[in-house]
């Protein structure tokens, strides 16, 4: 008998640096067939899977802003990168022949849907997966707020972080060796510790709607569908913390309150 999935609806969350892959820029398109491949699986197994991506390996808004651009302008520009790549995903999974749908907060009919909430959930209950482009629809807000006001509009079970390392660390684990993987950690911890997995706003947005998340490893193939099923991997985002974090001499935990 095959197993039930632990998440029946999902948000994927796919940062753009991990779609240009090992180029630092623009489209890998290795890596967008392989989570084509992986979302597929996911449908296979009976969950609906919807989509939220970033943009930063086309334009990231705050660098732009660092430059001198207003920041408003720059974000929206930011926006725009995350459609162009939707529309990158669409077209791999199509080649999937998996049915997918682009919805986009600001409105160009004439490649993607408006964004409606009851159009979305529609989507997922025929099967399809939902790509959420276009961030919020507003400046100063990140992809990683749109995808923690998407789960919790289209009540989704948890939300999946795919990023090039395997989890969350006390430090860059590239720049400090002695930085150590936390399996399990708080909202609260992740605020008050300053720990950089999303910000503040998507963070406190998930807390307070009650939604977990999981960062992992998008490069290792099988990672989503593992996740999906319940499989212990990468640093769960949500629950009580515990683990390897608290031999962590560096960093005082004991002051860290809930």
């Not at 939902?130 to 995808?147: C, E, L, R, Y």
């Not at 399996?183 to 999303?198: I, W």
């Not at 490893?217 to 499989?231: D, F, T, W």
Request: net charge neutral; proline share 3%.
């Amino acid at each position: 008998m095959q197993q039930e999935p632990k998440y029946k609806r999902l948000i994927l969350k796919v940062s753009g640096e991990a779609l240009a892959g090992d180029m630092g820029y623009g489209l890998d398109q290795v890596v967008l067939s392989s989570i084509a491949k992986q979302v597929k699986t996911v449908l296979e197994c009976g969950s609906q899977i919807a989509m939220v991506v970033g943009g930063g390996n086309i334009w990231r808004g705050i660098a732009g802003s660092d430059q001198g651009m207003d920041r408003a302008t720059a974000d929206y520009m930011g926006m725009l990168a995350t459609v162009m790549n939707s529309l990158a995903l669409q077209d791999a999974l199509e080649k999937e022949d998996v049915a997918t749908r682009v919805l986009s907060a600001i409105e160009m009919r004439a490649i993607a849907e408006p964004y409606i909430r009851r159009r979305a959930i529609r989507h997922l209950e025929k099967g399809r997966v939902v790509i959420f482009a276009a961030g919020t629809g507003n400046p100063f807000f990140s992809t990683d707020t749109t995808a923690a006001l998407r789960a919790a509009e289209i009540e989704a079970n948890v939300i999946l972080m795919a990023k090039k390392v395997d989890g969350v660390y006390s430090a860059d684990p590239h720049l400090d060796p002695t930085a150590v993987k936390f399996d399990h950690l708080s909202y609260m911890q992740v605020l008050n510790m300053g720990l950089q997995v999303m910000d503040s706003t998507a963070a406190s947005l998930c807390k307070d709607n009650g939604i977990p998340l999981i960062v992992f490893n998008i490069n290792q193939s099988g990672n989503i569908l593992r996740a999906v099923m319940g499989e212990k991997i990468g640093t769960e985002l949500g629950t009580a913390a515990s683990g390897p974090e608290f031999r962590v001499q560096s960093l005082d935990f004991q002051k860290i309150k809930e």
